[in-house]
């Protein structure tokens, strides 16, 4: 059974930072592309950060130069580093897993609240 367990999240002041972590069980974590959504009330769910098997990453464009994604295959666990956070990062914020041969899983989410 594969699970994915966020934590990490809580309330932080405009221009403060957090870590978010998720870590993964059931699943071959080295050939996974691993990546971070969000969703804020009444939006869509959309991708803040993606990193592949390989390291290499992409980023949502305003989360570029202040989200870091990053994984550790030795501990199953990716983690997204935010700094200079705004009001409007407000969200709860997702891991997805996602295999080459294209399954996916989606983690319960972790809350993140910026406040002004």
């Known amino acids: 059974q594969v699970q994915l367990v966020e934590s990490g999240g809580g309330l932080v002041q405009a221009g403060g930072s957090l870590r978010l972590s998720c870590a993964a069980s059931?699943?071959?974590?080295?050939?996974?592309?691993l990546g971070w959504y969000r969703q804020a009330p009444g939006k869509e769910r959309e991708l803040v950060a993606a990193?592949?098997?390989?390291?290499?990453?992409n980023y949502a464009g305003s989360m570029k130069g202040r989200f870091t994604i990053s994984r550790d295959n030795a501990k199953n666990t990716v983690y997204l580093q935010m700094s200079s956070l705004k009001p409007e990062d407000t969200a709860v914020y997702y891991c997805h897993a996602l295999h080459p041969m294209g399954a996916r899983w989606w983690g319960q989410g972790t809350q993140v609240t910026v406040s002004s």
């Open positions: 990193i592949t098997s390989g390291g290499s990453t």
């Open positions: 059931g699943i071959i974590f080295s050939i996974t592309t």
